[in-house]
């Protein structure tokens, strides 16, 4: 799980984001370090993940690598049960989760990685 020397900088919240395969238009992420091969099952990546506000998906995602999720700013609603800053999830690979939602916004600090091979 290598990823590159980075010394704290500021970030810049204004450019630099896409929304990732698989995700409406209004789920977006900016990749701050590393990067993942999901067809290889290799490496590791951070990112942000940002809802606008009214988002929402329609399925649950599942996925084969590990994934660390910190809610920082907003409301997530998962289920019917909404969520706020400061909560977080560790998800293994192949956990279904979603369908996702918020009213107001939200901004996900993510970390998702393969397990070492044996």
């Not at 909560?87 to 939200?106: D, I, L, N, W």
Request: aromatic content about 14%; proline content about 10%; glycine content about 10%.
């Amino acid at each position: 799980m290598i990823k590159e020397h980075l010394e704290f900088f500021g970030l810049d919240l204004t450019t630099g984001w896409e929304t990732p395969p698989g995700y409406p238009q209004t789920v977006q992420q900016k990749i701050l370090a590393g990067s993942l091969d999901e067809k290889n099952r290799k490496g590791s990546r951070t990112r942000l993940l940002r809802f606008v506000p009214g988002a929402f998906t329609t399925q649950p995602f599942e996925h084969e690598y590990w994934e660390e999720v910190l809610l920082v700013s907003g409301t997530l609603t998962i289920g019917g049960v909404d969520f706020k800053p400061f909560t977080y999830a560790c998800r293994p690979p192949h956990v279904p989760h979603g369908p996702f939602s918020t009213k107001e916004g939200a901004l996900l600090y993510e970390i998702h990685y393969f397990p070492p091979k044996e």
